[in-house]
């Protein structure tokens, strides 16, 4: 049995489900209510997001030059998301997914980002 790694952000967290190296990607991430994550696309990674608990928005874009749209979630609601597509989560109560993607974790351009964190991975949000 292994713990799960806790990857700290500035607007929530995320655990780390699985090791790093595994052939898929298997998180749970907490929106703390009033923030969202970065507007984001990835290149080669795609993902499925499953809302457990709480309420937000997604907003999203089917490339980074298309018009933004947005979509209120709920617990039960499933994001998908493939290459190029834009999408950030705003959580208007705290919000809880699990998340299950391919294996490039650090595969992050960052469009718009409320604390100016640059693309991929932020090391310093890392604590093993």
Request: charged share 30%.
């Amino acid at each position: 049995m292994t713990q799960a790694k806790r990857v700290a952000k500035p607007w929530g967290e995320e655990r780390w489900l699985v090791p790093e190296g595994s052939p898929f990607g298997f998180k749970m991430i907490v929106v703390r209510k009033g923030n969202r994550t970065s507007l984001q696309y990835h290149e080669e990674k795609e993902e499925a997001n499953l809302v457990l608990r709480g309420e937000g928005r997604l907003i999203f874009a089917e490339t980074p030059n298309a018009p933004r749209a947005a979509y209120p979630l709920a617990p039960g609601d499933i994001v998908r998301v493939v290459p190029g597509q834009v999408h950030r989560i705003e959580a208007t109560a705290d919000i809880v997914l699990i998340e299950v993607s391919t294996p490039e974790l650090d595969d992050v351009i960052r469009l718009e980002d409320d604390t100016g964190r640059k693309h991929g991975r932020i090391q310093q949000e890392h604590h093993d």
